[in-house]
């Protein structure tokens, strides 16, 4: 069955149906892109279709390409990759470009057919790109509909059209936003911005759009850019007012991305190249740019990351092969700055929620969490009273443990301590159903050992939720010992009903996440005693790709949280322990009440709102910056490694299963250098054999914990990947 069918009506406008039967929304192929280009031909030699609206058989429009046909066609061909693509993506030029020109004469701008595209609902990347391409874009009235252009969000850029059209029509100034930002919008902010041409109401789109075809002229359909003499709006480059925008664009783009993102800069040198000469010259341009973009492994990587591999992980790619354990009413236990975010995800995710605290006072408390939340998106536009009301109605707060009997999932997120924790799980397990599943909400303590206060640890599963709840989008679901796989489904059947990505992990001493990130921190505390400039170790941080430096990142967790997560370390490791030299930095600072952005004052300065100023001063006089600095490089290379490691690590002691969750929790969980795809995909893009020459080099410099994991080595050994070993299913090391 063909994803595009055409139908001619009574009146001479043949509509052209979008409809992939076997998705929930439209994707292109290639072969679905050739029977687009048949039935334009159709459209322009049948003399009687007068034009033609392309619309959609969903209540949305478009999700984009299937970004697995790029990859398919890497692969198929071989040693003339960027050749494939670039003729790929030529070949799309052209066949919008055909529907653009609509059979019109090329001298006189006449006598070509309308075409109008109804815009059902969400539209992003190629469907937006096909849009631009017609003649005039309706889109329904709908507040949950968006549009956009989002490649650039996934290493990539508007590589069918979208770039030069958007950026012709509304001048690269006005562009930015949706290029450069890949920001999604709303029917009216779209039409606000240029990339729709009317909003209308969902049960008169296709009449709108037949009325206009009917009714559209020569002039109607003729793009500006066919039209002599055009001139791109805001100023070409070689304008002086074009010539200061790219420049502060240029500006704008080395300044977010840090020099590590290649999609952006591609997109802004497609820009200005293709402002510089006629309209097909710039399509050829973008697709040149397109490709180089394609054949960078890190678009590879960020690709298989956050669409592929994500995508897989939130469709139960790791889950258990047993019956549906969707959550019907959940029990959270805690209603502090955790308990009160998963209150809030899980209500206005239409699940019903029990928030039980010490007393009333404190779970009503925790309740209006929510109705603060949805308080503050009704001010955006972004939520409704009735939904507010909705979500506070679904959520009873109580200090009663018998108001948690009809359960069948509870979420324990109570203070970091094992004997309270313990019972908790008693108190809770003699009100709930048999059946009903127990989660305790812990970033450190063992699953296997919180198991032991339960009467079913098969029923007993550890969820780890990042802070604040309702931003971050990682769940690390950690099975103790005894697990069984019916805790694991309903864990990860609860994560996907709250529109989160989960990962899976087997429980061990920080689980997978803080066992990476933790390392990472304490890297850059360790330079900061060794005298390293602290302004380099957080710039190196952030010219590699990492959001936050370790030293803002430990002050926004908290010094104080480090203190007692480094003395509950060493308590456990016992001699073992290697931070000591970490813990000297961190207990000087919380001693001087240094905690972080929480009592504004740590490795940052702030101000008396709290916003973050400079590196605090006193460093320097505590522990003096040396004459001599290390490289940059060096100093990325001991931040990088820092969590690399410990992600091969985790993997070869089974506590990670599968490398895609590797990648995709490093990414989403705390920001690992989103460019390279995440650690094992960046291991793959320097290779095994270099990433060994380095830690060797590390080890020999630093010490130990640089040493390299016999698995590494071992790859470098025998010229294997991460990804060409385990591939995308189960990533055992033995």
């Excluded at 909705?390 to 004997?419: H, K, N, Q, S």
């Amino acid at each position: 069955m063909t994803d595009f069918t055409l139908t001619k009506g009574d009146d001479g406008v043949a509509i052209i149906t979008w409809d992939v039967k076997a998705k929930s929304m439209n994707v292109l192929t290639r072969e679905a892109f050739a029977t687009v280009e048949e039935l334009i031909d159709q459209v322009l030699s049948d003399d009687s279709i007068k034009g033609a609206v392309i619309t959609s058989g969903k209540e949305t429009f478009a999700g984009g390409m299937d970004l697995n046909v790029l990859a398919s066609i890497r692969e198929k061909s071989g040693e003339n990759a960027a050749q494939g693509l670039f003729d790929f993506t030529m070949n799309g030029h052209r066949i919008m470009r055909k529907m653009e020109r609509a059979g019109m004469d090329a001298k006189t701008n006449k006598g070509g057919k309308p075409i109008a595209c109804a815009i059902t609902g969400t539209c992003a990347g190629i469907g937006t790109e096909i849009a631009l391409s017609t003649h005039r874009r309706f889109m329904a009235d709908n507040p949950k509909a968006k549009i956009g252009l989002p490649e650039i969000l996934l290493g990539i850029f508007p590589g069918g059209g979208g770039t030069t059209r958007f950026s012709r029509m509304v001048g690269a100034m006005a562009a930015s936003p949706v290029l450069l930002e890949g920001k999604m919008m709303n029917p009216k902010s779209a039409k606000s911005a240029g990339l729709i041409d009317e909003v209308v109401p969902a049960e008169e789109l296709l009449d709108k759009a037949r009325e206009w075809v009917l009714s559209a002229t020569d002039a109607d359909i003729v793009k500006p850019w066919d039209v002599k003499g055009w001139k791109m709006p805001g100023g070409a480059p070689y304008h002086p007012a074009g010539f200061m925008t790219f420049v502060g664009a240029s500006a704008m783009v080395n300044g977010k991305t840090q020099g590590v993102y290649p999609a952006a800069k591609a997109l802004l040198s497609s820009v200005y190249e293709g402002a510089l000469v006629p309209f097909d010259t710039a399509l050829k341009i973008e697709a040149r740019w397109f490709t180089k973009v394609l054949m960078n492994p890190s678009s590879s990587a960020m690709i298989r990351s956050l669409f592929i591999n994500k995508e897989a992980l939130e469709k139960g790619a790791v889950r258990p092969d047993v019956a549906d354990e969707r959550v019907k009413k959940v029990g959270v236990i805690g209603a502090g700055m955790m308990g009160a975010g998963i209150t809030l995800v899980s209500a206005m995710a239409g699940i019903d929620v029990v928030l039980l605290d010490r007393d009333l006072e404190a779970a009503e408390r925790g309740k209006s969490y929510t109705g603060d939340y949805m308080d503050k998106g009704i001010k955006r536009g972004k939520a409704t009273v009735e939904k507010k009301d909705a979500a506070l109605a679904r959520i009873t707060a109580t200090a009663d443990y018998a108001d948690l009997a009809g359960c069948d999932l509870i979420i324990e997120a109570v203070f970091e301590d094992m004997g309270i924790k313990a019972k908790v799980t008693e108190a809770t397990e003699a009100v709930i159903p048999e059946d009903a599943i127990f989660a305790t909400n812990t970033s450190t303590l063992p699953i296997s050992d919180l198991a032991k206060a339960s009467k079913r640890p098969e029923q007993f599963i550890g969820i780890h939720f990042f802070s604040p709840v309702e931003k971050m989008m990682l769940v690390e679901i950690i099975k103790g010992k005894e697990t069984g796989d019916r805790a694991t489904a309903k864990a990860l059947d609860f994560v996907r009903q709250i529109r989160k990505t989960p990962i899976v992990v087997n429980d061990a001493r920080f689980f997978y996440a803080n066992r990476c990130i933790i390392p990472y921190i304490n890297e850059g505390i360790r330079m900061v005693k060794e005298g390293v400039e602290p302004a380099l170790i957080e710039n190196a941080a952030k010219l590699v790709g990492m959001p936050l430096g370790p030293l803002q990142l430990v002050d926004e967790t908290s010094i104080d949280l480090g203190v007692k997560i480094a003395k509950a370390t060493k308590a456990a490791m016992g001699d073992a322990y290697p931070d000591e030299a970490v813990d000297e930095v961190l207990f000087w600072m919380a001693d001087a009440g240094r905690m972080g952005r929480k009592s504004n004052a740590g490795f940052y300065d702030y101000d008396d709102k709290g916003k973050r100023q400079l590196l605090w001063d006193g460093l320097e006089g505590k522990y003096p910056v040396s004459e001599t600095q290390p490289d940059l490089a060096e100093v990325q290379h001991r931040l990088l490694f820092a969590q690399t490691l410990e992600a091969v690590r985790a993997l070869e002691d089974g506590v990670l299963m599968d490398i895609r969750e590797g990648d995709v929790g490093a990414i989403l969980g705390w920001g690992f250098a989103p460019w390279s795809g995440g650690p094992f995909s960046w291991l793959d893009i320097i290779g095994a054999d270099k990433a060994v020459e380095l830690t060797e080099a590390l080890t020999k410099a630093h010490g130990d914990r640089f040493a390299t994991p016999a698995l590494l080595r071992e790859m470098a050994t025998s010229g294997e990947t991460f990804y060409g070993r385990f591939g995308a299913g189960s990533a055992k090391a033995a």
